[in-house]
């Protein structure tokens, strides 16, 4: 098998990002019948929500004069945010090659770069050698394919404390996600080290526990066949398409919109709520483990938002504010390193419904009162495909608002 054919199989096709906005009842609904259409050949980025969000489209060369007619007719303008899909990603290529991924396993790791699950695994568990005072590492169960789910604790010995829960690439697309988790993990570690007061504290008053890769199967085959793949890649009974969108497959308001029961669906939902070994292993942790919870994160790309539940209605928790106003000081605090904006408000406010999501499941039945999504960056300049140069400027806004977060909500 061919795999750099496979691994990036948008490449010799012309494929193009455009960003839609429609203005009227006819021109959303004609982008929402596209969206749910399981045979539409156009990659729907981010949802159609409401008549004035934008939405952003993944294009096939072949049906780009016909979507413009379409478009053109319904009244509905649209700007090409990435020309060329296949120059982005060969230069992600050539910085990632077989070659490169060898010659990088002698040298020290570089949280400046993307890495593979090996790379990955192969750190985190170095951590726990060279931290063994303030680091743990153990397996909270296997995925579809049988890669470990490799769960970090972070957080000095003594009584109990309150912790946090933080996992990353759940959505196997989304590398920026788990390159951040794991420059969190490194930086927590050796800045309790080196004497960093804001660290200490941090780390003095919480266990912190970071899941730098929830979906190991699919992130893999992001690097060795599709590199936009989304989902996980378990096997969907009497249906030759693979893979549960793990973000709507957990047990809350499962199912009741925003989710799809077509197994080819980019949110397929799954067969039943936590069908999937590596939801379920994250749900029977949090729940062993109960008592203890003072927050939870699971980290996303891309748009620059900081989500609330509920993704199920556009009602509003009745403690909504009290979980808006940490992260408004959090925000304040990202914004002061490189002026990086982002928002703060509930997920069908910012993007769409959606069910069965993490953190609403951590808010309606694990009860845990500060839980969110955050999308990390961009805003759509290279979306899914962001430059590693980009990694470290992402993770040390997220950093700082982090350790503004965690301070607030201590209050």
Not at 64 to 76: C, M, T
Not at 87 to 107: A, F, H, L, W, Y
Request: charged share 25%; hydrophobic share 35%.
């Amino acid at each position: 098998m061919d795999v750099s054919f496979h691994w990036f199989c948008l490449l010799q096709q012309l494929y193009q990002l455009w960003r839609v906005r429609p203005t009227n009842v006819h021109g959303f609904n004609l982008l929402h019948k596209m969206a749910v259409n399981e045979a539409s050949e156009v990659d729907f980025w981010t949802l159609p929500v409401k008549n004035t969000s934008n939405i952003d489209i993944l294009v096939h060369p072949n049906l780009q004069n016909y979507l413009k007619k379409q478009l053109h007719d319904a009244g509905i303008k649209h700007n090409v945010i990435i020309d060329d899909l296949q120059k982005n990603i060969e230069k992600e290529r050539n910085t990632i090659s077989d070659e490169g991924v060898r010659k990088r396993q002698k040298k020290p790791f570089k949280l400046s770069q993307y890495h593979t699950y090996d790379e990955i695994q192969w750190f985190i568990n170095n951590l726990q050698t060279s931290y063994p005072d303030k680091c743990t590492v153990f397996t909270i169960g296997k995925s579809a394919d049988d890669r470990n789910l490799t769960l970090v604790k972070i957080g000095t010995k003594g009584k109990m404390k309150p912790a946090i829960w933080m996992d990353c690439g759940v959505h196997a697309r989304e590398w920026i996600s788990p390159a951040t988790c794991l420059y969190l993990t490194f930086r927590l570690l050796d800045d309790y080290q080196r004497g960093n007061t804001a660290v200490i504290d941090l780390v003095d008053h919480y266990d912190l526990y970071i899941l730098p890769l929830a979906n190991p199967d699919g992130y893999e085959y992001t690097w060795t066949n599709t590199r936009l793949w989304r989902k996980s890649r378990s096997r969907n009974r009497k249906s030759r398409c693979i893979g549960v969108d793990l973000n709507r497959n957990w047990g809350y308001r499962w199912m009741e919109g925003g989710a799809s029961q077509t197994p080819c669906s980019d949110i397929y939902a799954g067969a039943k709520p936590f069908s999937e070994p590596e939801t379920k292993a994250i749900a029977d942790f949090i729940m062993k483990h109960q008592y203890k919870w003072k927050a939870y994160l699971t980290l996303h790309s891309y748009s620059q938002l900081w989500l609330t539940p509920w993704g199920y209605t556009s009602t509003l928790p009745l403690d909504y504010q009290d979980m808006v106003d940490p992260v408004k000081r959090a925000i304040v605090s990202m914004r002061k390193l490189y002026g990086t904006q982002y928002q703060v408000g509930s997920t069908p406010d910012l993007l769409y419904i959606s069910v069965g999501r993490a953190e609403d499941w951590a808010k309606g039945i694990a009860k845990i009162k500060y839980s969110y999504a955050v999308e990390l960056r961009d805003t759509g300049t290279h979306g899914f495909v962001l430059p590693a140069n980009q990694i470290i400027a992402t993770a040390k806004e997220i950093l700082a608002g982090l350790l503004t977060f965690f301070k607030e909500i201590r209050l």
